[in-house]
Nanobody, 114 residues
């Protein structure tokens, strides 16, 4: 049974930072690229970043490139999203998922105040 548990969200002021974590189980984590998505209130879910299975290459949406860093620890079955210089436009529920499979966790709420 695939499980994805995101954590680390919270309330932060504009310009601040947060580190999100995603604990994965139920599938061979080291063989999967992992993605992060987010969904802001009233908006569609959007891609944020992905990292390839061996954690060697990452790709970011233009809206977060240069501010967010995705990482992957295959020894812990975990992926992380380090977010810095946050703005109110980053307010959303953040989700991790295997890049090529439709499994979703419950997400973690990030709220950035101005």
């Amino acid at each position: 049974q695939v499980q994805l548990v995101e954590s680390g969200g919270g309330l932060v002021q504009s310009g601040g930072y947060l580190r999100l974590s995603c604990a994965a189980s139920g599938f061979p984590f080291s063989r999967f690229d992992m993605s992060w998505y987010r969904q802001a209130p009233g908006k569609e879910r959007e891609f944020v970043a992905y990292i390839v299975k061996d954690a060697g290459v990452a790709h970011y949406s233009k809206s977060v490139e240069g501010r967010f860093t995705v990482s992957k620890d295959n020894t812990k079955n975990a992926t992380y999203l380090q977010m810095s210089n946050l703005t109110p436009e980053d307010t959303a529920v953040y989700y991790c998922k295997p890049r090529w499979a439709e499994y979703w966790g419950r997400g973690t709420q990030v709220t950035v105040s101005s």
